[in-house]
């Protein structure tokens, strides 16, 4: 299917009818919009749960992998913020009053 419209003044544009039919776009319903690497847009259905769950798995598989991503680059394996926070400062010292004489 191919169709070409013309874009309104307010950025609009109509879907086909046979185009909605085949994605199952219906009147008042969310649409998702998206841009691919090669600058190609696509129109998709979002699919409410579906989609929702979706996102989330992608998120969380881009989080392990930024996670592992850190873990192999760690110069100081085991060692907690605070650990390393302890590390860097120096040690409290309690204030002496040096009297000269």
Same mark, same amino acid.
């Given at each position: ?27 008042? %319903?969310?649409?998702? $919009? ?8 696509? /129109? *998709?259905? @979002?699919? +409410? ?5 979706? %996102?989330?798995?992608? $998120? ?8 592992? /991503? *850190?873990? @192999?680059? +760690? ?27």
């Amino acid at each position: 299917m191919k169709h070409e419209n013309n874009l309104t003044s307010k950025g609009q544009v109509t879907v086909p009818k046979d185009i909605r039919d085949a994605l199952g776009l219906l009147p008042g %319903r969310p649409v998702r $919009f998206e841009i691919d690497a090669d600058g190609n847009a696509r /129109i *998709f259905k @979002a699919d +409410d749960a579906a989609e929702v769950e979706r %996102r989330k798995a992608d $998120f969380q598989a881009r989080m392990k992998k930024a996670q592992a /991503i *850190f873990r @192999a680059s +760690d110069t100081m394996p085991g060692v907690t913020t605070d650990d390393y926070m302890d590390m860097i400062r120096e040690p409290l010292q309690p204030f002496e009053v040096i009297a000269k004489t």
